[in-house]
């Protein structure tokens, strides 16, 4: 034995690959908009309206995959950062 912990159901995916996977799966069905910085996301009721240096794209479904720069843009969700924990 060398020590550590076992979670029988626990699990672990390297995101980076699982990332790759779900674009490739979504196809034409996702617009991808990397290395923007987004000022601000509001919703009209009807869509997300992201702002991004003066340009605003709305959008019926949104991800936010920023970690904890997510609560900056929706100051109304809760989170709080743990260490070793993926957001």
Same mark, same amino acid.
């Given at each position: 034995? /060398? &020590?550590? /912990?076992?979670? +029988?159901?626990? &699990?672990?995916?390297?995101? +980076?690959?699982? @990332?790759? #996977?779900?674009? @490739?799966? *979504?196809?034409?069905? $996702? /617009?991808?908009?990397?290395?923007?910085?987004?000022? #601000? $996301?509001? /919703? !009209?009721?009807?869509?997300?309206?992201?702002?991004?240096?003066?340009? $605003?794209?709305?959008?019926?479904?949104? %991800?936010? @995959?920023?970690?904890? !720069? *997510? #609560?900056?843009?929706? +100051?109304? =969700?809760?989170?709080? +950062? %743990?260490? &070793?924990?993926? =957001?």
């Amino acid at each position: 034995h /060398h &020590g550590g /912990h076992f979670y +029988p159901h626990g &699990g672990w995916l390297y995101l +980076p690959s699982l @990332a790759r #996977a779900l674009l @490739a799966e *979504a196809g034409q069905r $996702i /617009h991808l908009h990397l290395g923007s910085r987004v000022d #601000a $996301i509001t /919703h !009209d009721g009807v869509h997300w309206c992201v702002e991004t240096r003066g340009t $605003i794209l709305k959008t019926d479904t949104l %991800v936010l @995959a920023n970690g904890m !720069d *997510a #609560a900056r843009l929706l +100051p109304e =969700i809760s989170l709080q +950062p %743990v260490r &070793g924990q993926l =957001i």
